[in-house]
């Protein structure tokens, strides 16, 4: 599910991986990656707050997801908060 979920982000279907995203997290709640890319789908759906919750939660799951921790960073930067 997780991998359909990168699918459907790679063609530019952000409702439908997150919604794929989020039936992996129905499975496996603590999954890193699942959680990581949730936050970009909620990212390209226009919901920041929804976009940091998953990126944060992802990087607790997993502080070495370097996936996880870029689109933070890059989340972060966009934002405008320098302090994370």
């Not at 990126?55 to 405008?80: H, I, Q, S, W």
């Amino acid at each position: 599910l997780n991998n359909l979920g990168v699918t459907l982000l790679d063609a530019d279907n952000p409702a439908g991986a997150e919604a794929a995203c989020r039936a992996a997290l129905d499975l496996a709640p603590t999954y890193a990656l699942a959680r990581g890319n949730l936050g970009l789908a909620r990212h390209r759906l226009d919901d920041p707050a929804g976009a940091e919750a998953a990126y944060r939660e992802a990087v607790r799951l997993d502080p070495t997801l370097v996936m996880a921790c870029n689109n933070l960073g890059v989340f972060l930067r966009e934002k405008g908060d320098r302090a994370g």
